[in-house]
C-alpha cells in the first residue's frame, strides 16, 4: 500500500526561507550525539558582530522611500539651534529602527548601544535614554498630527490597488492597563481591568492589508462619542482619498459606533457602513414579533440553524439626524460572541447590525464578521509591539511613541511586500527574525564598510558583493 506523504511543515518551511538546514534522520545512520559546551573556549572579542545585520537593508529602503527625509523635515522645527547635537529627526529615526527589532520600551535602546552596527547607523553614537525622553516630551498636538499623518500614509500606500466593490476600514479601541502614576492613565469603564490605571487607544485598520490606517492614544476613562467623530472623519476623508475609481469605503464597528452622529457624518461623507446594534430595550421588545425570516443555513435533517430578517425599527436620535437605517436581525442556532436569546426559543440567539448598504442582508452580516481580524492585530500590537509599554510621564510622549510604534509597524509592512514578496504574510515575529535580527559582521577596508550575512539569508539578495 502507498504511504500518504505528510505536507511540509511550517518549520520546515521557515527553515528553508532562513536558510537553514533540514534534519537527515532518514539518511542518518548514527544516532546523533551533543557535543560537550564546556569544550568550546571563548576567543577574542569582535567588536564587528552584530545581531542586527538586517537594519541595513531596512534603513535603505526606508531612506530610498523618503522616511528619513520626511522625519526631519517634519519634526526638526521641535528641536532647532545651532547647539543642537541629536537633531529631532535623527533621534526618531533611531527609535524607528529600536522598535523595529523589538525594543518596545525607550530604555531598550541601553541594550542596542553596545551593537555595533545599531551605533554606527545611529550616528555613530547612542544617546541617553534621558535625552531621548525629553525629546519625545517636546511634541504638541500639531507635531503629533504630522506623526499621525505619516503613519496613516504608508499604511494606506497599497490602497490604490485594491480591487473589488468595497475596501473595509474596522474601528476598534482597547485598554492598555498602565503601571504606576503617568498623565492620563486613568481607571476606565472596562469590567476586566476594573481599578486600574490605563489608556484607551483608538485605532483603524484596512481589512485587507493589515495595515493601520490611523491610531489615537486616549484617557483611560475616555469612552468612543461624539468627541471622536472629527478623528474618524479624518481617517475616511484620508482612505477615500486613496480609493481607485469603482471602489466604495465600508466602514465596520462593534456596537459602540451604534451612536447617531457617527452615523450622520458617514452619510455626509458617502461611506457604507456596517455596525453592530445595541440591543436597547425597544429594540428588545420587537424582536419577538418578527416574523419574517429566511432561512439562510440547515443541519443535516434540514432544520433551521440561521436565519435572517430585517427590522422596521428607528431610534428617535436617528430621525432627529435625519439618518434612514437598515436594520438587519440574524438568529442562529451556533452561538458566537455575546448573543442575546430570543423569548421564544432558549437556543436561538440573536444580533442586529446596522448598515445603509443595499446589498443582500445575509452577505452583510457574513461581511461584519470578518472584522474579527482586528482582534489578533491588537494582539499583535500588544505582544510584538509593546503598545502597553508607557515609559514617559507625558501624555504627549507616550502618545508620540504609540504612533510611532504605528509607523514602523507599516514600515515593515510595506518593505517586507515590496521587497520581499516570495515571503509568507508571517506575523511580526518571524519577520523580526527573518529580515531584522540577523547576525553578521561589518567590516571596514579603506573607505569601504561590508556587511557579510550567513550564507542562504534571503537578506543576501538585497546586498551588493
Same mark, same amino acid.
Given at each position: 500500500?502507498?504511504?500518504?506523504? !505528510?505536507?511540509?511543515?511550517?518549520?520546515?518551511?521557515?527553515?528553508?526561507?532562513?536558510?537553514?538546514?533540514?534534519?537527515?534522520?532518514?539518511?542518518?545512520?548514527? /544516532?546523533?550525539?551533543?557535543?560537550?559546551?564546556?569544550?568550546?573556549?571563548?576567543?577574542?572579542?569582535?567588536?564587528?558582530?552584530? +545581531?542586527?545585520?538586517?537594519?541595513?537593508?531596512?534603513? +535603505?529602503?526606508?531612506?530610498? =522611500?523618503?522616511?528619513? &527625509?520626511?522625519?526631519?523635515?517634519?519634526?526638526?522645527?521641535?528641536?532647532?539651534?545651532?547647539?543642537?547635537?541629536?537633531?529631532?529627526?535623527?533621534?526618531?529615526?533611531?527609535?524607528?529602527?529600536?522598535?523595529?527589532?523589538?525594543?518596545? !520600551?525607550?530604555?531598550?535602546?541601553?541594550?542596542?548601544?553596545?551593537?555595533?552596527?545599531?551605533?554606527?547607523?545611529?550616528?555613530?553614537?547612542?544617546?541617553?535614554?534621558?535625552?531621548?525622553?525629553?525629546?519625545?516630551?517636546?511634541?504638541?498636538?500639531?507635531?503629533?498630527?504630522?506623526?499621525?499623518?505619516?503613519?496613516?500614509?504608508?499604511?494606506?500606500?497599497?490602497?490604490?490597488?485594491?480591487?473589488?466593490?468595497?475596501?473595509?476600514?474596522?474601528?476598534?479601541?482597547?485598554?492598555?492597563?498602565?503601571?504606576?502614576? %503617568?498623565?492620563?492613565?486613568?481607571?476606565?469603564?472596562?469590567?476586566?481591568?476594573?481599578?486600574?490605571?490605563?489608556?484607551?487607544?483608538?485605532?483603524? &485598520? =484596512?481589512?485587507?492589508?493589515?495595515?493601520?490606517?490611523?491610531?489615537?492614544?486616549?484617557?483611560?476613562?475616555?469612552?468612543?462619542?461624539?468627541?471622536?467623530?472629527?478623528?474618524?472623519?479624518?481617517?475616511?476623508?484620508?482612505?477615500?482619498?486613496?480609493?481607485?475609481?469603482?471602489?466604495?469605503?465600508?466602514?465596520?464597528?462593534?456596537?459602540?459606533?451604534?451612536?447617531?452622529? @457617527?452615523?450622520?457624518?458617514?452619510?455626509?461623507?458617502?461611506?457604507?457602513?456596517?455596525?453592530?446594534? *445595541?440591543?436597547?430595550?425597544?429594540?428588545?421588545?420587537?424582536?419577538?414579533?418578527?416574523?419574517?425570516?429566511?432561512?439562510?443555513?440547515?443541519?443535516?435533517?434540514?432544520?433551521?440553524?440561521?436565519?435572517?430578517?430585517?427590522?422596521?425599527?428607528? /431610534?428617535?436620535?436617528?430621525?432627529?439626524?435625519?439618518?434612514?437605517? !437598515?436594520?438587519?436581525?440574524? /438568529?442562529?442556532?451556533?452561538?458566537?460572541?455575546?448573543?442575546?436569546?430570543?423569548?421564544?426559543?432558549?437556543?436561538?440567539?440573536?444580533?442586529?447590525?446596522?448598515?445603509? !448598504?443595499?446589498?443582500?442582508?445575509?452577505?452583510?452580516?457574513?461581511?461584519?464578521?470578518?472584522?474579527?481580524?482586528?482582534?489578533?492585530? =491588537?494582539?499583535?500590537? *500588544?505582544?510584538?509591539?509593546?503598545?502597553?509599554?508607557?515609559?514617559?510621564?507625558?501624555?504627549?510622549?507616550?502618545?508620540?511613541?504609540?504612533?510611532? *510604534?504605528?509607523?514602523?509597524?507599516?514600515?515593515?509592512?510595506?518593505?517586507?511586500?515590496?521587497?520581499?514578496?516570495? @515571503?509568507?504574510?508571517?506575523?511580526?515575529?518571524?519577520?523580526?527574525?527573518? @529580515?531584522?535580527?540577523?547576525?553578521?559582521?561589518?567590516?571596514?577596508?579603506?573607505?569601504?564598510?561590508? %556587511?557579510?550575512?550567513?550564507?542562504?539569508?534571503?537578506? /543576501?539578495?538585497?546586498?551588493?558583493?
Amino acid at each position: 500500500m502507498k504511504r500518504n506523504r !505528510r505536507a511540509p511543515s511550517t518549520s520546515k518551511v521557515r527553515r528553508d526561507v532562513t536558510g537553514g538546514k533540514r534534519g537527515d534522520g532518514n539518511h542518518r545512520k548514527r /544516532r546523533v550525539r551533543r557535543p560537550d559546551p564546556k569544550l568550546i573556549r571563548a576567543g577574542k572579542p569582535d567588536p564587528t558582530v552584530t +545581531g542586527v545585520a538586517g537594519l541595513v537593508g531596512f534603513g +535603505g529602503y526606508l531612506r530610498h =522611500i523618503g522616511v528619513d &527625509r520626511a522625519l526631519h523635515e517634519a519634526f526638526d522645527p521641535l528641536k532647532s539651534g545651532r547647539g543642537v547635537i541629536y537633531p529631532m529627526g535623527a533621534q526618531l529615526r533611531l527609535l524607528v529602527d529600536a522598535v523595529a527589532v523589538g525594543e518596545t !520600551r525607550v530604555f531598550g535602546v541601553e541594550a542596542l548601544a553596545a551593537d555595533p552596527l545599531f551605533t554606527y547607523l545611529a550616528g555613530g553614537v547612542v544617546p541617553s535614554t534621558d535625552t531621548l525622553y525629553d525629546d519625545l516630551a517636546r511634541f504638541d498636538v500639531a507635531s503629533l498630527g504630522k506623526l499621525e499623518d505619516l503613519l496613516g500614509y504608508h499604511g494606506l500606500v497599497r490602497v490604490p490597488e485594491l480591487r473589488g466593490p468595497f475596501v473595509h476600514l474596522d474601528l476598534d479601541t482597547s485598554v492598555l492597563p498602565i503601571s504606576g502614576e %503617568l498623565e492620563g492613565a486613568v481607571p476606565g469603564p472596562n469590567p476586566r481591568y476594573h481599578g486600574r490605571p490605563s489608556y484607551h487607544p483608538m485605532l483603524a &485598520r =484596512i481589512a485587507e492589508l493589515g495595515t493601520i490606517a490611523g491610531a489615537q492614544l486616549r484617557r483611560g476613562d475616555t469612552g468612543f462619542g461624539v468627541n471622536d467623530i472629527p478623528m474618524v472623519r479624518r481617517w475616511v476623508r484620508r482612505v477615500q482619498g486613496k480609493l481607485r475609481r469603482g471602489t466604495s469605503l465600508c466602514l465596520r464597528m462593534d456596537s459602540a459606533g451604534d451612536c447617531a452622529d @457617527l452615523l450622520r457624518m458617514l452619510h455626509d461623507e458617502q461611506v457604507f457602513y456596517v455596525i453592530k446594534g *445595541k440591543i436597547t430595550p425597544d429594540l428588545y421588545g420587537m424582536l419577538p414579533w418578527v416574523t419574517k425570516w429566511r432561512t439562510t443555513d440547515v443541519d443535516a435533517e434540514l432544520h433551521p440553524i440561521r436565519q435572517v430578517a430585517e427590522l422596521e425599527f428607528s /431610534r428617535g436620535s436617528w430621525r432627529d439626524k435625519g439618518v434612514n437605517v !437598515r436594520v438587519i436581525v440574524v /438568529r442562529s442556532l451556533e452561538r458566537q460572541g455575546k448573543q442575546m436569546p430570543l423569548f421564544n426559543g432558549a437556543d436561538w440567539t440573536v444580533q442586529v447590525f446596522l448598515t445603509n !448598504r443595499v446589498d443582500d442582508a445575509n452577505e452583510i452580516a457574513w461581511d461584519y464578521d470578518k472584522r474579527a481580524g482586528i482582534e489578533p492585530l =491588537i494582539a499583535e500590537l *500588544k505582544g510584538a509591539w509593546g503598545i502597553g509599554h508607557a515609559s514617559c510621564y507625558s501624555f504627549a510622549a507616550n502618545h508620540a511613541l504609540l504612533l510611532l *510604534k504605528m509607523l514602523t509597524h507599516n514600515l515593515l509592512d510595506r518593505y517586507t511586500t515590496e521587497q520581499f514578496s516570495e @515571503l509568507p504574510r508571517w506575523r511580526t515575529p518571524w519577520r523580526r527574525r527573518t @529580515l531584522l535580527r540577523v547576525p553578521g559582521r561589518l567590516s571596514h577596508s579603506g573607505r569601504q564598510r561590508k %556587511l557579510h550575512l550567513p550564507p542562504g539569508s534571503p537578506l /543576501r539578495n538585497t546586498q551588493r558583493e
